[in-house]
């Protein structure tokens, strides 16, 4: 065991920089590794040891039972570390067959490249020296959403805490910044508990003292509430699109279905705004049906067209999707039970289509999951009575009570399912329009009247609602 640890770390804190030029941080470590480097000073001597000390101490005082790195480096950190279990993850394949090989007896520790995390969940996710090497915005961005989603009560993080970069201009795997602010504008639901100063603060000698100092959080589940995420993005957002790629981002979303995805214009959407998606199936049949009475119900070659536009509008992520050409009844089994963070539905809006997707997508979502749609409209007659109801309302309420889900009514016709063993049924209204969820509501005389009124006289009726005199409702 001993050859093996000289073998793997050989302590260089004077190690010299490759000359080749800067490709970014992923690529800048995977060579450094690669080429037998380590993690750096900051893993090593007096340093390691004041990080043990303050991360053991945390762990065992707050009853800590799984923990998850973002960057476990060389390992040699963790050889000091009491974890009752441990997840690390990094960017560098070399280091984690390193990792491996170096635990391999220890049957609580396992090791993962950082594009194999499947949103697991730990008490505490870590993360030590990594912030300050994310120089690129994006890549930064992507790691603290997914340092904070890994976590279900606290975050510790050990880096710089500054926007001063002067000095560095020779080092361009290093990017101090000011990462607290970001927390504070971007990540709901954390407080900063304490702030612990590094024993040995930097004086200008990197070997002897460190500009890391710890920064510990912790979640209130008071603000982390689907309901409160909602309604804040309910204020700052002005169509569909704009709220579901909000909620999306504020959730790190990684697996995703849609059904319905007709010309592709949702996904798009989604995957161009929504950088932690990993996986989105589209689920669509493409083709016409019988028996399926709704204005979409069109010809085959344009189905064709539409399917050849998702195509190209997906293009670019298309080492994400994956087309499921078929009726959710006939492919929604190669969709693993417990695989979805999230699944909107805005296919078939009869009560036949509805009824069939929410209970056979239901057991596709993971605990802590949601299923939103669209067409949640309070008529029945959205497409006219020459086609069948839409009965998107109230049927999503019924299943919601039926598994005693909560499901929140949302602007923009849009309705969200929230899949939560913490979170019964209830039917939450934020618009304010939804007061009776009856069928005998829905199909009320005047209601009817109403409909033959727009049908038989469709200028006068845009016209009285143009001046508010009736509303189809």
């Known amino acids: ?106 049957h609580h520790k396992s090791f993962r490249s950082m594009n194999e995390y499947i949103s697991e969940k730990a008490d505490l996710s870590l993360s030590l020296d990594v912030i300050f090497h994310l120089v690129e915005d994006k890549v930064f961005e992507h790691y603290m959403k997914i340092l904070f989603e890994a976590s279900t009560r606290y975050v510790i993080i050990y880096s710089s805490d500054s926007d001063d970069n002067r000095g560095y201009e020779r080092s361009p795997h290093i990017r101090h910044r000011k990462f607290t602010n970001w927390i504070r504008e971007n990540l709901e639901g954390w407080s900063l ?32 509430t689907t309901e409160s995420i909602i309604k804040k993005n309910i204020e700052q957002t002005k169509n569909r699109l704009e709220l579901w790629t909000s909620f999306l981002n504020k959730k790190n979303v990684n697996n995703m279905a849609e059904i319905g995805v007709y010309a592709g214009n949702f996904a798009e959407r989604m995957l161009k705004d929504c950088d932690t998606i990993q996986r989105y199936y589209m689920i669509d049949p493409w083709r016409h049906l019988d028996k399926w009475n709704k204005p979409e119900n069109i010809k085959n070659d344009i189905f064709e067209l539409y399917l050849s536009q998702t195509l190209s509008k997906t293009e670019f992520a298309a080492h994400k999707r994956i087309i499921l050409k078929g009726k959710t009844t006939e492919i929604i089994e190669k969709i693993p039970n417990g695989e979805l963070d999230f699944a909107y539905v805005d296919g078939d809006h009869t009560l036949k289509g509805i009824a069939i997707d929410l209970i056979r997508l239901f ?24 086609f069948e109801p839409t009965l998107v309302f109230p049927f999503a309420v019924y299943f919601a009570e039926a598994v005693n889900a909560r499901i929140y009514a949302l602007p923009f016709d849009q309705f969200l399912i929230e899949k939560n063993d913490n979170a019964p049924f209830a039917f939450i209204d934020l618009t304010g329009f939804y007061k009776n969820t009856t069928l005998k509501f829905q199909f009320r005389p005047g209601m009817g009247l109403k409909t033959k009124f727009l049908e038989t006289f469709p200028r006068i009726f845009r016209m009285l609602r143009r001046a508010n005199l009736i509303e189809l409702r």
């Open 193 to 224: 508990i304490a702030h612990i100063p590094n024993r040995y603060p930097y004086q200008g000698d990197y070997t002897k003292g460190s500009f890391c100092d710890f920064f510990i959080y912790e979640k209130d589940y008071q603000m982390d």
């Open 1 to 106: 065991m001993t050859k093996l640890i000289k073998k793997l770390f050989k302590p260089d804190y004077h190690q010299k920089k490759k000359s080749s030029p800067f490709q970014g941080s992923a690529d800048y470590w995977e060579n450094r590794y690669f080429s037998g480097g380590d993690s750096g000073v900051g893993s090593y001597g007096f340093f390691s040891e004041f990080k043990a000390e303050v991360l053991n101490d945390f762990v065992a005082s707050h009853n800590i039972k799984k923990v998850i790195e973002l960057g476990c480096g060389d390992g040699h950190q963790l050889m000091m570390a009491n974890y009752p279990d441990y997840l690390g993850f990094d960017v560098s394949n070399t280091t984690v067959l390193r990792c491996r090989e170096l635990f391999k007896s220890d």
């Open 363 to 386: 057991p596709k979502i993971k605990n802590g999951g949601w299923i939103g749609g669209d067409d949640f409209t309070r008529t029945a007659w959205q497409h006219t009575t020459k």
